[in-house]
């Protein structure tokens, strides 16, 4: 619980909350206090100025303290507070408690002297309790206070519902994203996510749906890939375990002609091993390349001239449009020869007699291109975008008069890659197809 996403978000939101409050509450409180403070200074001042006023005529009138008593506990019940008045010489003349009258008084209370205006003659000094008014200022600034830190607490605990009911809508699409990885990590790869969330999440719910479908896809494959190997290595393996049974039982003669065809069939069993032991070293990262230079050119023909006896058996016409010269290309020949010869192959392979095949290469920028274009059968386009996939054939018989094993062109596109080159391809059904692929010169040849 304590590690989970929304406990988090709770925590981090309340401790947020929790900082923005105190804060609100401390500069608030402050200022309030300020002003409160003085409200309470400027309406003391005003108010026992009033009084001294008031005092100071009565005093005039009077020609002296003499019956004052009763006005100073008029005043006393009205304002609520305690009152002393005392003379010229600090003797109590007035006290609304009726305590300290004729005393010497010892000050307790804030004083206010009365003066003769425009004199310096004192008549007597006032001195007043500080107000118990619930409207005075110090009762006003403890009513703040309360409000303020009562406020605060009903803010924070709204805010934490608000962020535990919106935490768990933002979370819901995470856990449904939780939910199906873990059944895809069980095998189930018709996990979808269905969410309408925006944004961020929208996006990795996407990426997610995307990720399934590509697992999916990819899981297909596999088993496709395994029962196209295995009855790759069946035919091969059961003719040769056919011919050595009739050789043992004496129905087949062993001659150059048998030997032949187990050698044939021990070729496509080496093939196809080799083409997986390829495509294993690509993925680990571990595909060597021997680099040298080398003449193009002079390769494309050798392996032209090698396809030429399979082209002529069939019917095709296989040519070359190449430049009397082009610079020299760091290179691994035997693994450009095994990408070339693979679309030879297949040009051969998914054209009919009458047919042509062109081998064409040429310099574009910094790269040497090459393209292997023939008038065949075509690729659908659904099926073009994924023809440099593992185990993916457009033909999706088993029969091997058909293709091999569908790793042939995701071989040539990992060599040609890691040469810094691109392998592209563009087909129309029934007009042809034509296959290309870069290899960037050396540096030195620039």
Known sequence: MIHSLQFRLLAAFTLVILVTSVTVYFFVSRSTVGEVRTYGERSERFYASGMTRFLYRFYRQNEGWVGVQQPVEQMAGTSGRRIILTDSRGVIVADSEKKLNNSFYRPELPGHVIRVPGMNEVTGTLYIS????????????????????????????????????????????????????????????????????????????????????????????????????????????????????????????????????????????????????????????????????????????????????KADLKGLTLSVKLPDKVPPVRLDARRISQVLQNLLENAILHTSVGDSITVTAERKGNNIEVSVSDTGEGIPETDLSHIFERFYRVDKSRARATGGSGLGLTIAKRIVEAHGGVIRAQSEVGKGSVFSFSVPLSPERL
Not at 170 to 185: C, D, H, Y
Not at 242 to 271: C, F, H, P, Q, W
């Open 130 to 309: 500080p107000s118990a008014d619930p409207a005075s200022p110090q009762s006003l600034l403890n009513s703040v206070n309360r409000f303020l830190l009562w406020g605060g607490l009903l803010a924070v605990i709204i805010a934490l519902i608000l962020t535990f009911i919106l935490s768990r809508l933002i979370l819901a699409p995470i856990q449904a994203l939780k939910l199906s990885a873990r059944k895809i990590g069980q095998g189930d790869f018709s996990q979808r996510v269905v969410s309408r969330a925006k944004g961020e999440v929208g996006e990795l719910t996407t990426t997610f749906n995307l990720m399934a479908d590509n697992l999916d896809r990819a899981e297909k494959m596999r088993r496709n890939m395994v029962a196209d190997i295995a009855h790759e290595l069946r035919t091969p393996l059961s003719n040769i375990s056919g011919y050595m049974e009739a050789v043992s039982d004496g129905v087949v003669e062993l001659n150059a002609a048998t030997i032949l065809s187990l050698k044939e069939e021990a070729s496509l069993l080496s093939r196809l091993v080799e083409e997986l032991q390829d495509l294993s070293l690509s993925d680990a990262g571990q595909l060597k390349l021997f680099l040298q230079e080398e003449d193009i050119v002079r390769l494309i023909r050798q392996i032209v001239a090698r396809m030429q006896s």
